[in-house]
């Protein structure tokens, strides 16, 4: 029952990854849509969906998945790449495939604070789509701040608070949304957890 609920649903998000693919691959081809300094974000994304279809495709045909003891696991697992797709869709491939004058003016004004605070990594790119308030997500490098916040920004310390939340080491990012290192994703092969992308 496990097995056929997951055959089914997996083809449909690997179909729903494609898709995803293939905005981020119309942005990029038409250089006027996506500024230069939203690339890096474009190949996060382009990446982290690539790995989501590898383990997706692990999930069916990995033959320890087909042991009765590991069909928990297995859910768990599906549920996190799940998780991870809706994170990159909702975040990183809206924030490419609605670029706009003020999430172009933003980043730059977010370059200038970077530059001035000495701030050793690639400044991160502005999103002007927050749904809440000032977010940074480290993984994909990118703050997302409410829509109309660029007209009224000027005297706030906000972003520098937001960019400096940004870890100065990618390498000691935490990982991924689920199962952290556990012994059992460890023990039976589940792929294993990635960089965080999620908002801090």
Known sequence: MLDAYL???????????RHLQASISRQLAVPKNLPPEFHTLAQ????EVNNLVFDLG?????????????QAIRLRAY???VEELDFLELVGVAA?????????????????IAEEIKYSLIPPV???QSQGYFQAFPGLNLLSIPQKEVYFLSPSPRPVSR?????????EQSCGRAVPGSVEALDYGLPRPRRRLTKQ
């Open 79 to 81: 549920k996190r790449i």
């Open 163 to 171: 960019i400096s939340a940004l870890p100065f080491d990618r390498e």
């Open 96 to 112: 490419l495939i609605r670029v706009n004058e003020e999430d172009r003016l933003m980043t730059k004004v977010v370059g200038v």
């Open 126 to 128: 502005v999103s002007c």
């Open 7 to 17: 055959t089914g649903s997996v083809g449909q998000l690997m179909e729903r990854a």
């Open 58 to 70: 692990s999930l069916l045909s990995d033959s320890r998945f087909k042991r009765a003891d590991l």
């Open 44 to 47: 996060t994304c382009r990446n």
